[in-house]
């Protein structure tokens, strides 16, 4: 059963993904909560599977929620949903650790099939929007600066980065950009499964969470160039 815990200030909103959820078999929701500060706090006490968080609220946003209980280094995982394809917000969203997101006019099926995975330790992002999540997120790249606090990468080599192999830093670099496992082993001659494996081992030496944060890594690290 995958508890879930609703994050959003609109009670008609809350009503209507309680009632498409708990007409599931294997998803229950946890609770509710009206603010980000809510959400931090019922997370902590009810340790759900899924939060789903969005992203403006009063008080406490949907962003500083998620870091919050990113941080917090419980088993519990982050599915933002926003009001429009690519808010504003989103990039800096994932950077907070959440493990993707969905639009609110999304199909019923679609946020469904998104919790699950979500619960199950994938990501959530349409690889046909990874292109587009990423131009939004490099126009907030200031040029010597940092996003987030986050400085920008240095010409020093990372050391996420010198964990991989020579074959394991090109696919990071082909995710940077986008592609899927399908799209990896068509262009690269491999195998889908040898793929798969090839992104676990990325996963697990670099530390990203899921697919999201190895394509953040891409770029934070500049493997994967604003112009590409």
């Not at 699950?116 to 292109?131: F, H, K, Q, Y």
Request: glycine share 8%; net charge negative.
């Amino acid at each position: 059963m995958t508890t879930v815990l609703v994050a959003d200030d609109q009670p008609l909103q809350r009503f209507g993904f309680r009632m498409l959820l708990e007409s599931q078999p294997d998803m229950t929701v946890a609770g509710e909560a009206a603010n980000g500060a809510e959400a931090v706090r019922m997370a902590a006490e009810l340790r759900p599977d899924v939060v789903l968080m969005d992203i403006r609220m009063p008080g406490l946003d949907g962003i500083e929620a998620t870091r919050r209980i990113v941080a917090a280094g419980d088993r519990t995982r982050v599915l933002i949903v926003t009001t429009f394809d690519l808010d504003e917000y989103a990039y800096t969203g994932l950077r907070a650790g959440a493990s993707g997101f969905l639009v609110k006019d999304a199909l019923p099926e679609e946020l469904l099939s998104g919790i699950r995975a979500v619960a199950a330790g994938d990501a959530v992002v349409a690889p046909s929007l990874t292109r587009r999540l990423l131009d939004t997120y490099v126009h907030h790249l200031p040029a010597g600066g940092a996003v987030d606090g986050v400085p920008e990468a240095s010409d020093a080599p990372d050391e996420r980065l010198s964990r991989l192999t020579e074959r394991e830093r090109e696919i990071l670099t082909v995710i940077g950009q986008g592609w899927t496992n399908t799209e990896i082993a068509g262009r690269l001659h491999l195998a889908e499964s040898t793929v798969k494996t090839h992104v676990s081992r990325i996963l697990a030496k670099t530390g990203a969470r899921d697919r999201v944060q190895a394509v953040i890594l891409a770029y934070d690290t500049r493997l994967v160039n604003p112009s590409q």
